[in-house]
């Protein structure tokens, strides 16, 4: 069983378009993380939300936690090719610092 | 660079056989993770170490599956008698955690140990 789910599993979009993958669990984690891993690398930190409702925003990337802390979105807005990867959510619950890992969003953004 | 270091990039080896896998963290990063990703999934927890001792190794597949630390820096990853199965990417992280704060403190991840078990 996923304790986190991320939907849609894969994206593709052209530029310029927006876009919102959603990351969903029946839990709730005392934070929860983005990251964004690209081909042979490690999972690189975008964003760590705390606060129930909090909404961060990262230059076109905005990243909200649900208010009771079971969810998050990440929209991203007038996409770029560069934006392309896997986006991957992560939560850490209460007490602990593993974090666990959603299966990931493919993004790919065509020119 | 001053990033988190692994090494072998690749390994790849028999069925049966032991491996080690290293990592090297951020220099002064005290807490250290390995994880294991498959194709297709996230990132996976295996055990986390804080200075020398293994705070949660809750993920641990089995016992065939042992991590060291011996000095608070470099660890290594051993897997003995290796099973098809265990073939995945294994990532290290380092964080600067000074004390826990049960938030999952941010990680930096190194490129990773692509391991395939023939």
């Known amino acids: 069983t996923q304790l986190l789910e991320q939907s849609p599993q894969f994206l593709s979009i052209q530029e310029g378009e927006n876009l919102t993958v959603y990351c969903n669990s029946s839990s709730v984690f005392s934070s929860l993380q983005w990251y964004r891993q690209e081909p042979g690398e490690g999972p690189v930190l975008l964003v760590t939300?705390?606060?129930?409702?909090e909404v961060k925003k990262l230059k076109r990337l905005t990243f909200q936690f649900g208010d009771a802390r079971k969810d998050s979105s990440l929209h991203i807005t007038a996409a770029q090719t560069g934006d392309t990867g896997l986006y991957l959510c992560?939560?850490?619950?209460?007490?602990?610092?593993?974090?666990?890992f959603g299966k990931g969003t493919k993004l790919t953004v065509n020119p | 660079g001053a990033g988190v270091s692994q090494t072998p990039s690749n390994k790849v080896t028999e069925k049966g056989k032991y491996v080690e896998l290293r990592c090297d963290p951020i220099?002064?990063?005290?807490?250290l993770y390995w994880y294991r990703q498959s194709l297709g999934q996230g990132p996976e927890f295996l055990i986390y170490f804080q200075g020398t001792g293994a705070a949660d190794d809750s993920g641990l597949p089995n016992d065939r599956f042992f991590a060291v630390r011996p000095e608070g820096s470099v660890s290594t990853l051993k897997i003995q008698r290796t099973e098809r199965g265990d073939s995945a990417v294994y990532l290290c992280a380092s964080s600067l955690l000074s004390v826990g704060r049960g938030r999952g403190d941010e990680q930096f991840f190194g490129p990773g140990t692509r391991l395939t078990v023939l």
């Open positions: 220099s002064g990063h005290t807490a």
């Open positions: 939300v705390v606060t129930g409702g």
């Open positions: 992560a939560g850490a619950k209460g007490g602990s610092e593993k974090l666990v």
